[in-house]
């Protein structure tokens, strides 16, 4: 134990908190940095290719944003076991047999038929990346000192939030220049490198062997599909007026509040209770949800506006996701050699404030506009996404025990997943609904004395009558459709500001001049 130390048997200085030694720092840190971003990729790189997946697999436009959620939802649902394989297979092991298995889904994905296959593919794909960020996570940190840990977290941040940004692009060439399947495809070279690496550099470290809280994880489980399953259904079954919507809505609670029981009192629990004793991992576990709604939910809906309302090709449409990346490195580059001395709350609040700002300003967009106003609030927004992910991760860590890391990183990126996925369904049903309210709202507006031509005569024109008013109603679903997504904008840019109360909640990190590190401090 850490705190059973004595002073001869502490590591030198320069060595300090160090707990995973390898050969090659390095190349490990390139594998599992490659291994993240694969990973953290695909959970945007098919939002480019959803039209022309949904026209290959005869998908409809309700059920092929299941091709998202369904990767998001399996990665949750696997994730509060990281901790407890880790302790019984081995951190290399499980690293490496969760990239080979999530490479191996990557082919399956490709080769689907329908969307049923594509759902069942996607959900092993999620299965099994659901460890890789976790695990390259504590890679990262238990490879470095505790000076060098503020760097390793830009690094991990720079992954976590460069895979989401550029999988746009990315996907949007190789569905413009080859084909959807190798959105998938490419998984393959940049796994089997990873694996490889891995196998060399990593060792297989070992926790100590407990029992797996079955319970626990099927709580959790089961919690995170009914609440999946309600927000992705309720629109097409009139929400509270189906009773397979309450049943999900019942279940959803009931495991929840049970899970919640089950981790306070259950003595070896998936997740250690002392976890929940620290104050800044819950308040940035809080904090990462919020944050992962947002993200993820402007990173589904943006494709889909870019292409469909303001009619550019997927390449095109990806290359406009490109400002978001942009501000991001400007901003790490910029901040990123202070950020050991800077208030990681301070940053928090000007991070959480941009990117509500950005999407504030997202809200004045009309369907006729110069490409230039995308650019600025997308840069805008890339600065704030890196001034919130970067001091969040160091602020969750900051005063918590070195031998819960493990299971704080699966914690962490499980509310994330949670969020993301709950962002994707919340925006995508708000999305839909508002559709249909706005056009008929704007539909009823249209009178005799607004219409170009006279509507009593319509019926006699034939074609020509018909052609007016299928542009006329084109017309209006591109208006209808503009204001819902005007108004998801809205919600997410309130989401982001309310983030803020929470910040101040939280203990400042210790600095440099303090004599303990994190894995140092009691509890």
Same mark, same amino acid.
């Not at 940004?165 to 796994?191: A, D, H, K």
């Not at 005063?399 to 996925?421: F, K, W, Y």
């Not at 018909?466 to 503009?482: F, S």
């Given at each position: 134990m850490a705190e059973a130390a004595t002073a001869d048997s502490a590591p030198p200085a320069n060595n300090r908190g160090i707990t995973l030694h390898t050969s090659n720092r390095p190349l490990l840190i390139t594998g599992a940095m490659a291994a993240m971003i694969m990973q953290m990729l695909d959970t945007t790189i098919a939002n480019v290719a959803l039209p022309h997946m949904q026209?290959?697999?005869g998908a409809t436009t309700d059920t092929i944003t299941w091709v998202l959620t369904s990767y998001v939802l399996a990665s949750a649902i696997a994730l509060p076991a990281t901790g407890w394989m880790v302790n019984r297979l081995g951190l290399r092991t499980l690293f490496v047999g969760s990239v080979a298995a999530f490479t191996a889904a990557s082919i399956l994905c490709g080769l689907a038929q329908n969307m049923t296959e594509m759902v069942a593919f996607r959900v092993l794909q999620g299965l099994a990346g659901a460890f890789i960020a976790p695990l390259a996570?504590?890679?990262? *940190?238990?490879?470095?000192?505790?000076?060098?840990r503020p760097k390793m977290m830009i690094i991990y941040s720079q992954g976590i939030l460069l895979?989401?940004?550029?999988?746009?692009?990315?996907?949007?060439?190789?569905?413009?220049?080859?084909?959807?399947? #190798?959105?998938?495809?490419?998984?393959?070279?940049?796994?089997?490198v990873t694996v490889l690496i891995l196998m060399t550099m990593l060792p297989n470290r070992r926790g100590?062997?407990?029992?797996?809280?079955?319970i626990g994880w099927a709580l959790i489980a089961a919690a995170v599909a009914a609440l999946q399953l309600m927000l992705d259904r309720g629109q097409g079954e009139d929400w509270f007026d189906s009773g397979e919507i309450v049943i999900y809505a019942v279940i959803a609670a009931a495991t929840f509040w049970m899970a919640i029981v089950h981790l306070a009192t259950h003595r070896n629990s998936i997740f250690p209770r002392a976890l929940f004793r620290d104050r800044n991992l819950v308040l940035c576990a809080i904090l990462s949800f919020l944050f992962g709604t947002v993200l993820m939910a402007v990173m589904a809906l943006l494709p889909g506006l870019l292409q469909q309302i303001y009619g550019y090709p997927a390449i095109e449409a990806g290359w406009l996701m490109i400002?978001?990346?942009l501000g991001m490195l400007l901003s790490m580059?910029?901040?990123?050699?202070?950020?050991?001395?800077?208030?990681?709350?301070?940053?928090?609040?000007?991070?959480?404030?941009?990117?509500?700002?950005?999407? #504030?300003?997202?809200?004045? #967009?009309?369907?006729?506009?110069?490409?230039?106003?995308?650019?600025?609030s997308g840069l805008v927004q890339g600065i704030g996404f890196s001034f919130v992910f970067m001091p969040l991760n160091i602020l969750?860590?900051?005063? *918590?025990?070195?031998?819960?890391?493990?299971?704080?990183?699966?914690?962490?990126?499980?509310?994330?997943?949670?969020?993301?996925?709950?962002?994707?369904?919340?925006?995508?049903?708000?999305?839909?609904?508002?559709i249909q309210i706005n056009h008929a709202e704007l539909g009823a507006r249209i009178t005799q004395y607004r219409f170009p031509v006279n509507m009593d005569q319509l019926g006699s024109l034939g074609?020509?009558?018909?052609?007016?008013?299928?542009?006329?109603?084109?017309?209006?679903?591109?208006?209808?459709?503009?204001i819902a997504y005007l108004n998801d904008f809205w919600f997410m840019a309130i989401v982001s500001w309310a983030m803020i109360p929470v910040i101040f909640l939280t203990r400042k990190p210790a600095t440099k001049a303090d004599d303990k590190g994190p894995a140092d401090i009691p509890h």
């Open positions: 026209a290959s697999l996570q504590t890679v990262l *940190l238990d490879s470095c000192t505790e000076e060098e895979g989401p940004i550029l999988g746009p692009v990315l996907g949007g060439y190789i569905t413009e220049s080859f084909s959807w399947r #190798w959105v998938f495809y490419i998984n393959v070279p940049v796994g089997i100590p062997r407990t029992n797996f809280d079955f400002p978001r990346g580059t910029i901040i990123g050699r202070y950020v050991a001395r800077m208030d990681a709350r301070f940053s928090l609040v000007i991070g959480v404030f941009l990117t509500g700002l950005s999407l #504030w300003m997202m809200t004045s #967009w009309t369907t006729e506009m110069p490409a230039s106003d995308i650019f600025i969750a860590f900051a005063t *918590l025990r070195g031998d819960l890391r493990t299971h704080a990183t699966s914690l962490m990126n499980l509310v994330r997943n949670i969020g993301q996925s709950i962002g994707i369904a919340v925006c995508s049903v708000l999305l839909s609904r508002n074609e020509v009558g018909d052609g007016a008013l299928g542009i006329m109603d084109g017309i209006v679903t591109q208006q209808a459709a503009m």
